[in-house]
């Protein structure tokens, strides 16, 4: 049984952590005509640097023992391919669309967990996933008609990434492997793997899109460090509804900024991916009573 003020602390870290990730989108997309790579990179610079200086002050030696290379590997590489379509999408789409593509990692999580750990998926999860991912084709939209489909599906694709990302993060973190260990790797392999495209392709940057890039990482580690401490306060189950107030935040700050309005089908599918993660979000309370 958690103590009510850390369930309200908890829940108050998480709103941070998703209001953080909202603002990240914001900059980059106001960051202009850079290319996403590059966007990406230097969102992961500062977590890299966030993550090294965690490491550093608590003294921690970022090994990893060899047979857990392989799922560390497989977080990277998902994770980077997650970065990489989410920011593609936020820059073709409403921010707020790109934003609950995203948030299907969850659901892909649930359907990796079963392909690669065998955890079975139990019957409401099954519906959760399914019931998702009807409000996934709302936003999406399918048809040769849509302009924005190729934006929408590599926007399904980084949540399918992170998904997969996600799924190797709880493998290593039953195994022992820090948090902190794992951030600084994937930020680390993340500004490795992109660095050879940037040396060919650099796009010249303004000061003002540089420090716009730079703000966009320092809200992706304000968003991961106020998530890790929402997690010490309150068990995932019990407060991890309250992350889709992202959507909230992207609707408020597109429509604010970019003058940006979702259509009718967009909010129908907004709804339906929430009311997916509320049943699996009373599914787990239930589970864990």
Not at 29 to 46: E, H, I, T, W
Not at 205 to 234: D, E
């Amino acid at each position: 049984m958690i103590k009510k003020e850390n369930y309200v602390r908890g829940m108050l870290m998480i709103i941070l952590s998703a209001f953080c990730f909202a603002c990240m989108n914001v900059c980059v997309r106001l960051a202009g005509d850079v290319p996403s790579v590059q966007k990406s990179f230097f969102r992961n610079l500062v977590a890299a640097i966030f993550a090294a200086a965690v490491l550093y002050k608590n003294r921690i030696y970022p090994k990893v023992k060899k047979e857990y290379w392989g799922p560390l590997a497989l977080r990277c590489i998902f994770g980077t391919m997650g970065i990489l379509c989410n920011f593609y999408a936020v820059d073709h789409l409403l921010v707020a669309d790109a934003s609950i593509l995203n948030k299907l990692s969850p659901f892909f999580a649930i359907i990796f967990s079963f392909l690669i750990l065998k955890e079975k998926i139990k019957p409401t999860q099954a519906f959760c996933v399914a019931l998702a991912f009807v409000g996934c084709l709302f936003i999406v939209k399918p048809g040769f008609q849509n302009a924005a489909l190729v934006p929408a599906l590599i926007g399904v694709c980084g949540g399918l990434g992170a998904g997969i990302a996600y799924t190797m993060v709880r493998v290593l973190g039953t195994h022992g492997v820090k948090g902190p260990v794992i951030v600084f790797y994937f930020s680390a392999f993340s500004c490795a793997a992109v660095l050879p495209w940037i040396l060919m392709n650099y796009a010249p940057m303004t000061w003002g899109q540089v420090g716009t890039l730079l703000m966009a990482g320092l809200f992706a580690a304000g968003g991961q460090f106020s998530i890790t401490a929402a997690y010490t306060y309150a068990p995932a189950g019990k407060i991890s509804i309250f992350d889709y107030s992202q959507i909230i935040f992207a609707t408020l700050l597109g429509f604010l900024i970019f003058r940006e309005i979702p259509d009718v089908y967009s909010f129908i599918g907004y709804g339906l991916i929430i009311l997916a993660s509320l049943g699996m979000f009373l599914y787990n309370r239930r589970a864990q009573a």
